[in-house]
């Protein structure tokens, strides 16, 4: 399952969690401002959603080192959880690699992609079908989307 938020001013983060019994589904509506905010919301509901099932505990991420530097003041890069730091020029065949280790992992629930590396691997998360992990396509530093609101 694959969300983009890429396309509005206001980014709309959707996190399913899925339980033995349930499905729940939490919604998110930031501003550029409040993106730690988010961020710091989404590892706590992680935590929360880890307790109960430990097999799914972990969250992954792809995307340059301003994202991974966001989500690091959050708290969400522990050791537990998986980031990649890639750049514009990291090569197709190395974020492909790193996009198919990541989602074959059954500890992740989660997995973020930068936006500038969906645009790269986009056949790949096209043809992604699974229900878990989870991957969220977020707007980097250097997107048109950040642009536009500054």
């Known amino acids: 399952m694959c969300f983009s938020f890429k396309n509005s001013y206001f980014s709309v983060f959707i996190i399913i969690f899925f339980s033995k019994i349930n499905i729940s589904c939490t ?5 550029k401002g409040d993106i730690l905010f988010v ?9 929360q ?16 080192k301003d994202t991974l530097t966001g989500f690091k003041i ?6 537990k959880n998986i980031y990649e730091n890639v750049s514009h ?15 074959l992992n059954k500890e992740i629930a989660i997995i973020f992609v930068c936006d ?3 645009v790269k691997i ?29």
């Open 27 to 31: 919604w998110f509506c930031c501003h």
């Open 39 to 47: 961020i710091f919301k989404i590892h706590q509901l992680n935590k």
């Open 49 to 64: 959603y880890s307790t109960k099932n430990k097999q799914m505990e972990k969250l992954a991420i792809i995307g340059d």
């Open 74 to 79: 959050a708290g969400v890069l522990e050791n």
């Open 89 to 103: 020029k990291t090569a197709t065949e190395e974020l492909l690699r790193i996009f198919k280790e990541t989602s």
């Open 116 to 118: 500038f590396v969906a």
């Open 122 to 150: 986009k056949q790949e998360i096209e043809n992604y079908n699974e229900m878990l992990p989870s991957i969220i396509i977020i707007p980097s530093s250097k997107s048109k989307l950040c642009k536009e609101i500054k």
